[in-house]
């Protein structure tokens, strides 16, 4: 089974500020990563798939990079609607998603 | 407009089976590169994918959940439902149906419904 690291588990940050998250897996995924942001009792949104494309729709400050195994979403200039918990997700071999990133209001 | 949404029980009881229903629109399952996945999420716990059904009836299961987990569709109706047997309190979560697109070997959840809590328990 492919296995998503993200670190870290939870961050502090304010609205501003450049937020980067990184997951890692446990073997070569290429770039088939993806990337959700989840607010509390909502659904998932698709930000970024293939590790680096913008979802239509998606503000530009979110960006994604990485190939491989290491991975990183990049938040630029956080906003106040951006504070959600973040996942990846790989789609090399069926779907696993990581256990999460929690962004939190310092 | 892509829409999916879940139904089914609320409560069910250990050791009994559960079926969920996702209902969608804007969009065929009979469509080549499309899919209709099932991923749940305990209370407080990360998203576990569970299943997905492709549009030309091929099908995928977790390792996790193989052998408790069934998943069909209906075209007409356009429907996809999940079956688990068996359940335990481990099973509750909201479980949610999510439209798959795939681009080449690329494939994400574009679309998701917005969730159904099940809870087991006696």
């Known amino acids: 089974d492919i296995q998503m690291t993200q670190s870290p588990s939870s961050l502090s940050a304010s609205v501003g500020d450049t937020v980067t998250i990184t997951c890692r897996a446990n073997?070569?995924?290429?770039?088939?990563l993806n990337w959700y942001q989840q607010k509390p009792g909502k659904a998932p949104i698709l930000l970024i798939y293939?590790?680096?494309s913008l979802q239509s729709g998606v503000p530009s400050r979110f960006s994604g990079s990485g190939s491989g195994t290491d991975f990183t979403l990049t938040i630029n200039g956080l906003q106040p609607e951006d504070f959600a918990t973040y996942y990846c997700?790989?789609?090399?071999?069926?779907?696993?998603f990581g256990q999460g990133t929690k962004v939190e209001n310092k | 407009q892509i829409t999916l949404k879940e139904s089914g029980p609320t409560l069910v009881k250990p050791t009994q089976s559960l079926t969920l229903t996702c209902t969608f629109s804007?969009?065929?399952?009979?469509?080549?590169?499309?899919?209709v996945g099932w991923i749940r999420q305990p209370p407080g716990k990360p998203l576990e994918w569970l299943t997905l059904?492709?549009?030309?009836?091929?099908?995928r299961y977790s390792p996790s959940i193989r052998g408790r987990v069934t998943i069909t569709t209906d075209t007409s109706k356009n429907q996809v439902v999940l079956a688990m047997t068996n359940v335990n309190p481990d099973d509750t979560a909201t479980y949610y149906c999510?439209?798959?697109?795939?681009?080449?070997?690329?494939?994400?959840?574009?679309?998701w419904g917005q969730g159904a809590l099940v809870t087991v328990s006696s």
């Open positions: 999510a439209h798959l697109q795939t681009r080449g070997w690329i494939s994400f959840f574009d679309f």
């Open positions: 804007g969009f065929s399952l009979r469509n080549s590169g499309v899919g």
């Open positions: 059904i492709y549009w030309d009836d091929d099908k």
């Open positions: 073997q070569n995924i290429n770039s088939y």
């Open positions: 293939a590790a680096s």
């Open positions: 997700q790989q789609n090399y071999n069926t779907w696993t």
